[in-house]
């Protein structure tokens, strides 16, 4: 094949990549496929079936070493302590909630699961606070 299509190619990957979202598996191709163009186009690399090994072995290679690194850099997630800013936070019981049992709570303006770990019932309208965040679920008390 002629270098010129190999860097095309790989020019066209490294654009489509830009088009995706953060997913980083175009990018790797991209770049394989101008190495194996300038290979080529330095004369290294000239039987076609070598040059389509050497981009299927730069791909891989590339994708399994750095595709990790580079989306854990570039695509950061959020700290998981972000839920546990409704600590602290009162509420109002959308529903009455028995001592040690289980209702609706409206925080910031959003309905939420909560246990009541209060040794008294909440009732409904009642204010009451947030002492802990268990996955989806709020634990509170009477205030």
């Known amino acids: 094949m002629e270098w010129w299509i190999w860097i095309i ?3 066209l990957l490294c654009l489509a990549e830009m088009a ?3 997913a980083f598996y175009l990018l790797f191709f991209g770049v394989a496929a101008l190495v194996v ?13 070598v040059q389509f090994l050497l981009f299927s072995v730069f791909s891989i290679a590339s ?3 750095f595709r990790r690194t580079l989306t854990e850099r570039l695509n950061p997630e959020e700290p998981a302590e972000k839920i ?17 049992g289980t209702g609706k709570v409206e925080v910031r303006g959003t309905a939420w699961n909560a246990v009541n770990k209060g040794a008294s019932p909440i ?6 606070a947030v ?13």
């Open 84 to 100: 546990h800013t409704l600590e602290g936070e009162s509420g109002t019981a959308l529903e009455d909630i028995p001592a040690e």
């Open 20 to 22: 995706t979202p953060g």
């Open 123 to 128: 009732e409904q309208g009642q204010a009451c």
């Open 9 to 11: 190619g790989g020019v």
């Open 37 to 49: 163009g300038v290979l080529a186009w330095a004369g290294l690399v000239e039987t076609t079936w």
């Open 63 to 65: 994708l399994v070493l």
């Open 131 to 143: 002492e802990r965040v268990e996955g989806v679920s709020l634990w509170v008390k009477g205030a």
